[in-house]
């Protein structure tokens, strides 16, 4: 059985709540959480290191763009786990340019209203998620390349624009 990704996401953001609990390192967080069904999966495996890796190396840059949109909130006053979701969802934006942005920000609101930290916390996580998105695409910090991502509909409406004369 494959281990779908929201499964791997949720295993993401409790590995993040437990290295902001506990003195531990990323690997030992991460590992104990590991499911059969996600270690039989080679591309499981490889996901889950590789998004719990990126929150990790780039926090700092990820924090700042969360700091940047919630206006009035220390970081240290938004619950552990909504960060945590929020840092997911954003290491997806900024690093995985195969997985939409908009699939980014649906899983997150989904695993906010699973593990909801307070009773707001999925509109919470939707509005810094929706604000940081609407600005790094804005400013062209998204990239994003395959089929149904930004990168494939932004070659569309260049190639509407550009009519058959200007090849002449």
């Known amino acids: 059985m494959k281990a779908h990704r929201r ?3 949720e295993k993401i953001v409790q590995a993040l709540y437990t290295l902001d609990v506990r ?5 030992t967080a991460g590992d104990w959480l590991i499911t059969p069904e996600i270690s039989k999966d080679p591309k499981a495996i490889r996901f889950f290191k590789q998004l719990l890796g990126a929150i990790v190396d780039n926090r700092e840059e990820i924090d700042q763009y969360i700091s940047k ?3 009035n909130w220390d970081m240290s006053r938004i619950a552990i786990i909504d960060k945590n979701i929020l840092r997911m969802a954003m290491a997806e934006i900024l690093y995985f340019e195969d997985i939409p942005p908009k699939v ?6 989904e695993i906010a209203k699973k593990f909801n930290s307070t ?3 999925s509109k919470f996580v939707n509005g810094i998620l929706d604000a940081v998105y609407n600005d790094l695409n804005k400013s062209g910090k998204i990239n994003k390349c395959g089929r149904g991502l930004i990168d494939q509909s932004s070659n569309l409406k260049k190639n509407k624009e550009k009519s058959p004369s200007d090849d002449q």
């Open 104 to 109: 980014s920000i649906n899983e997150a609101i």
């Open 119 to 121: 009773d707001k916390s």
């Open 7 to 9: 499964h791997i996401r």
């Open 69 to 71: 949109h919630t206006f």
């Open 23 to 27: 003195d531990t390192d990323t690997a």
